[in-house]
């Protein structure tokens, strides 16, 4: 796991003792570290993404603050989950529209902050794996037939569920009307394309906040798209 820590004191790395960066070190992650203004990202960010952003504020909530918004304006940051280390004295002032996706109190300890830290990964995570698909927030068991987004049961009818699998299952292709009615409801089915639109509109409705995973392709028809995509 590679983590991104921003700090006030980016020249003393994984030295500093407390520190976050020294913490998830010892736990085992590679950890980067760059100052407040991020100059001194790494050439190769775009390639080697961290999963997780780290903004070391200490006891100064308001520089956190602006290194979580100055952070989300970074195009090559703007969609990895950040995580705000903060002093216990300041917990009061925390607005829960900072943008972070979490936060941990100082002093530091070392396997809570990795076990946030993993947790934001695996929210952001896509996998399919036997009996499991993961796109993010949306996770698809196959096997019990059931899907769930952000920890919620979707209830779904079976040929809304055998459309979500097997779109989450192409996650980034696009698929036509037609490919669609063939693979999910079968060669034989009789009905029209405007069968897939309406089976659509249901689904993102079921989906509420996560609906735009599921992407209009103007005049082709539908794609799922992954988180890194979003």
């Not at 992650?29 to 960010?45: K, T």
């Not at 903004?55 to 290194?67: I, K, M, Q, S, Y």
């Not at 918004?69 to 990895?80: E, G, S």
């Not at 943008?99 to 929210?123: C, H, K, N, T």
Request: charged share 25%; with cysteine.
């Amino acid at each position: 796991m590679r983590a991104l820590v921003v700090t006030s004191k980016p020249q003393l790395g994984v030295s500093e003792p407390d520190s976050p960066a020294a913490a998830l070190r010892d736990l085992g992650c590679e950890v980067v570290c760059v100052g407040y203004d991020m100059d001194d990202l790494p050439d190769d960010i775009e390639h080697v993404r961290p999963s997780v952003v780290v903004v070391d504020a200490g006891p100064h909530l308001e520089v956190g603050r602006a290194v979580v918004r100055h952070t989300k304006q970074v195009p090559t940051l703007a969609d990895i989950p950040i995580l705000l280390c903060i002093e216990v004295s300041r917990l009061a002032g925390l607005d829960p529209e900072l943008g972070m996706d979490d936060f941990i109190l100082s002093p530091l300890v070392g396997p809570e902050l990795y076990a946030r830290v993993r947790q934001l990964d695996w929210r952001l995570s896509s996998f399919s794996a036997a009996g499991r698909i993961k796109l993010g927030d949306l996770v698809i068991d196959t096997v019990a037939v059931e899907a769930t987004f952000r920890g919620r049961v979707l209830k779904l009818p079976r040929q809304e569920f055998q459309l979500l699998k097997f779109l989450a299952a192409g996650a980034g292709r696009v698929f036509t009307r037609e490919q669609l009615l063939s693979r999910v409801w079968g060669y034989r089915y009789t009905g029209n394309t405007r069968t897939v639109d309406i089976h659509v509109r249901r689904l993102r409705a079921k989906l509420g906040s996560g609906a735009d995973m599921i992407e209009t392709v103007r005049h082709v028809g539908y794609k799922m798209k992954s988180p890194a995509a979003s």
